[in-house]
């Protein structure tokens, strides 16, 4: 899948985006996570799971049927330099092997802040904004 946003400014929080659909569509756990602050909150099945073991956790089984993600940052608005508020449609299709699965599609809405590095990594991450159909 395509990341749309492939030109961004790694100074612009929103790169974020194109640093997750390369490692999710990679299958790359540990580059998953690794976006995540320590005590970072991800909403799962309507849930908040809280800290990177639980993140891992969740993404682990969830990237197991090797789904294929597009991702196309529709907002950001950033507060002091490093704090943000990003939006993002999504698109997740099935593997080609999974000959049951359907495409979903939805917005996410994610809080992210910049760590002493200048990188950006998620404090809140939640894949379905109430209000929006998948």
Request: proline content about 4%; charged content about 20%; cysteine-free.
């Amino acid at each position: 899948m395509e990341n749309e946003n492939s030109s961004m400014d790694k100074d612009d929080p929103a790169h974020i985006h194109i640093l997750f659909l390369d490692a999710f569509n990679a299958g790359d756990l540990d580059s998953i996570v690794a976006l995540y602050e320590l005590n970072a909150v991800l909403v799962v099945n309507g849930q908040p799971v809280a800290g990177q073991e639980l993140i891992r956790n969740a993404y682990e089984s969830f990237l197991a049927g090797r789904p294929r993600m597009s991702l196309k940052t529709r907002s950001a608005v950033m507060v002091d330099n490093n704090l943000a508020l990003l939006h993002g449609d999504w698109v997740l299709e099935p593997a080609a092997a999974d000959a049951a699965g359907k495409t979903t599609r939805g917005m996410s809405t994610e809080v992210v802040r910049r760590q002493a590095d200048g990188s950006w990594r998620f404090v809140i991450d939640s894949p379905h904004t109430p209000g929006q159909r998948s």
